[in-house]
């Protein structure tokens, strides 16, 4: 028959066994009138160790299902002092990972061994990935507001610039001139010749522009064979000479296309755009001297000078007002 203490021995045998093999045992219950010996010692020890035992694989279960919120028990097992420094380790990964989200590719692991070389080189790869989306964006964004055919802006393009001249001329007093211009028979050009003939001209006519126009200028295509031109800061009289060195320039232009040359002439009406004054209104004016200059014999540059009264400097005299 065993006595008291061999039968606790046997008990502190079993806890221990059961902590080795990763099982959680019971504290060992000691009677309150029980001596004071190296048993009830060695018991109150093996109790403490069941005790940190428990907490500390509560507190891993926490860990490892990402509560890294949780709050870690009071103890002297190493392995705890360990898992501490984990959980620090996981919450700054979280932080530095959070801040990737969020744009930051500056962010690097250092703390971590191995993984920090595998989280790096992820952090890397992220970081030129968005650099080439964010690239290639930009050249798509680019590509929505250019006509692929001249490389001008495209009717898009002219809009977004409308409306920044816009504000700009609200804010500064200072006007700017809308051109629309239209190539001449245009038409013919494609039916005698083709379509690959008319895009080569139109190629040409592009270039001629943009040699014409001034650094603070905008050109468009407006649609087919019409082109759009946005005069910044100025005023009739310097606006329509920048429009007859356009004009005079696609006169002189001279299109070579499979051994034939293609020689073609523009018309184009301009209206000025004063503070306070509508966009929409401003490229209508544009388009009703455009209709004047085409109706007058085409090859003419038409204007808006006073209340929708179109009238041509190419003449000794003004235009009489339309019935």
Same mark, same amino acid.
């Given at each position: 028959?065993?006595?008291?203490?061999?039968?606790? &021995?046997?008990?502190?045998?079993?806890? &221990?066994?059961?902590?080795?093999?990763?099982?959680?045992?019971?504290?060992?219950?000691?009677?309150?009138?029980?001596?004071? @010996?190296?048993?009830?010692?060695?018991?109150?020890?093996?109790?403490?160790?069941?005790?940190?035992?428990?907490? #500390?694989?509560?507190?891993?279960?926490?860990?490892? +299902?990402?509560?890294?919120?949780?709050?870690?028990?009071?103890?002297?097992?190493?392995?705890?002092?360990?898992? !501490?420094?984990?959980? $620090?380790?996981?919450?700054?990964?979280?932080?530095?990972?959070?801040?990737?989200?969020?744009?930051?590719?500056?962010?690097?692991? @250092?703390?971590?061994?191995?993984?920090? @070389?595998?989280?790096?080189?992820?952090?890397?790869? =992220?970081?030129?990935?968005?650099?080439?989306?964010?690239?290639?964006?930009?050249?798509?964004?680019?590509?929505?507001?250019?006509?692929?055919?001249?490389?001008?802006?495209? +009717?898009?393009?002219?809009?977004? $610039?409308?409306? !920044?001249?816009?504000?700009?001329?609200?804010?500064? !007093?200072?006007?700017?001139?809308?051109?629309?211009?239209?190539? @001449?028979?245009?038409?013919?050009?494609?039916?005698?010749?083709?379509?690959?003939? *008319?895009?080569?001209?139109?190629?040409?006519?592009?270039?001629?522009?943009?040699?014409?126009?001034?650094?603070?200028?905008?050109?468009?295509?407006?649609? *087919?064979?019409?082109?759009? #031109?946005?005069?910044?800061?100025?005023?009739?009289?310097?606006?329509? $000479?920048?429009?007859?060195?356009?004009?005079?320039?696609?006169?002189?232009?001279?299109?070579?296309?499979?051994?034939?040359? =293609?020689?073609?002439? &523009?018309?184009?009406?301009?209206?000025?755009?004063?503070?306070?004054?509508?966009?929409?209104? %401003?490229?209508?004016?544009?388009?009703? %001297?455009?209709?004047?200059?085409?109706? $007058? *014999?085409?090859?003419?540059?038409?204007?808006? %000078?006073?209340?929708?009264?179109?009238?041509?400097?190419?003449?000794?005299?003004?235009?009489?007002? =339309?019935?």
């Amino acid at each position: 028959m065993l006595n008291v203490n061999e039968q606790k &021995i046997d008990r502190i045998t079993e806890a &221990i066994n059961h902590l080795l093999e990763g099982r959680a045992p019971d504290a060992i219950t000691l009677e309150s009138d029980a001596p004071e @010996d190296e048993v009830a010692q060695l018991t109150r020890y093996v109790n403490r160790l069941i005790s940190e035992y428990g907490a #500390f694989s509560n507190f891993l279960f926490d860990i490892s +299902r990402g509560d890294l919120d949780s709050e870690a028990p009071k103890g002297r097992l190493h392995a705890l002092h360990s898992l !501490k420094n984990l959980q $620090a380790n996981l919450r700054h990964l979280t932080w530095k990972t959070n801040q990737i989200a969020h744009g930051d590719f500056t962010q690097r692991v @250092d703390f971590m061994g191995e993984f920090s @070389d595998s989280f790096n080189l992820m952090v890397g790869q =992220l970081a030129a990935a968005r650099a080439e989306l964010l690239a290639k964006n930009e050249e798509l964004d680019r590509i929505s507001r250019t006509d692929l055919l001249t490389g001008l802006m495209n +009717r898009r393009g002219a809009l977004e $610039a409308l409306e !920044k001249e816009v504000h700009r001329a609200n804010r500064s !007093k200072r006007p700017f001139v809308v051109i629309i211009a239209d190539v @001449d028979h245009f038409k013919r050009v494609n039916d005698t010749y083709g379509h690959d003939a *008319g895009d080569a001209v139109l190629v040409e006519l592009a270039g001629t522009f943009m040699e014409c126009l001034r650094l603070e200028d905008l050109c468009a295509r407006w649609g *087919g064979e019409e082109f759009l #031109f946005i005069l910044s800061e100025t005023d009739l009289p310097e606006s329509f $000479a920048v429009a007859e060195r356009l004009r005079l320039g696609v006169e002189n232009l001279q299109t070579l296309h499979h051994g034939i040359s =293609l020689q073609v002439t &523009i018309s184009s009406g301009m209206s000025v755009f004063r503070d306070g004054d509508d966009v929409d209104s %401003c490229i209508k004016r544009s388009d009703l %001297c455009l209709y004047e200059a085409k109706h $007058a *014999g085409r090859n003419q540059v038409w204007f808006q %000078c006073a209340a929708d009264t179109p009238a041509s400097p190419l003449t000794s005299e003004l235009k009489k007002p =339309l019935a």
